[in-house]
């Protein structure tokens, strides 16, 4: 039973355009959601996360956006550029803050084309 | 420079073996965790330590066992009883306690047992 998806395993995106990454949740405990950057046999970077009193967070190229209603969370990634070519991974905490693991979707992976 | 360090990168086992993996870390994180990952698959949580000498079992965490005698190290030992050991496994580490934080990872060691 997953209770983080992200329903795209791939998604081609061309250089300059945005890239929009979707992640759904089934858990409604879940309430701190971050985005991992992976290249293949490394380990995951931490992008950016966003807690459940926010619906939106930017940092740079990058902004998430919570929709707690519908349990759906976003990435989106202005202009995308060749080095964001990775796997991303949507994850979140099972309670509030502190030092619980994290359960990760399965990844999508972003292709960006020249 | 602070990190997280994993070794081997490979590691090649005969099936009946337990094999323990390495994890350490000077980032003087109270927080450690062990991840699975297979092909197509996010991460899964194997065991985290919120502290040192205690631990908790992650979702998978059968035909696992880990120890934490030191904050900076959290070794993990793959037995005999894990049915499917071949992976990759990722450690990571977090501030913990009680406030929102990202979990940073180590590079990975990708287990083959033959």
């Known amino acids: 039973d997953q209770q983080v998806k992200q329903n795209s395993p791939s998604l081609s995106v061309q250089e300059g355009r945005i890239s929009i990454l979707n992640c759904d949740y089934t858990?409604?405990?879940?309430?701190?959601f971050l985005w991992y950057k992976k290249y293949p046999a490394e380990g995951p970077t931490f992008l950016i996360s966003i807690s459940s009193i926010k619906d939106k967070n930017e940092d740079g190229r990058f902004t998430v956006f919570l929709n707690k209603s519908a349990k759906h969370l976003s990435l989106h990634i202005v202009p995308s550029q060749p080095g964001d070519s990775a796997v991303y991974f949507c994850?979140?905490?099972?309670?509030?803050?502190?030092?619980?693991?994290?359960?990760f979707g399965k990844g999508t992976h972003l292709i960006i084309q020249p | 420079d602070g990190g997280i360090t994993q070794s081997p990168k490979y590691l090649f086992r005969k099936e009946g073996q337990n094999v323990t993996l390495s994890c350490e870390q000077n980032?003087?994180?109270?927080?450690m965790y062990w991840y699975r990952q297979d092909p197509g698959q996010g991460l899964r949580l194997i065991y985290y330590?919120?502290?040192?000498?205690?631990?908790q079992k992650g979702d998978i965490a059968e035909g696992y066992s880990v120890s934490r005698e030191k904050k900076e190290s959290f070794p993990l030992t793959v037995t005999s009883a894990q049915k499917n050991p071949t992976a990759f496994y990722l450690c990571?580490?977090?501030?913990?306690?009680?406030?929102?934080?990202?979990?940073?990872f180590g590079p990975g060691t990708r287990l083959t047992v033959l």
């Open positions: 330590s919120q502290i040192v000498n205690d631990f």
């Open positions: 994850a979140a905490s099972r309670r509030g803050g502190g030092a619980d693991g994290l359960t």
């Open positions: 990571a580490s977090s501030m913990g306690g009680s406030s929102y934080n990202e979990q940073f």
């Open positions: 858990n409604s405990m879940f309430d701190y």
């Open positions: 980032l003087n994180h109270d927080a």
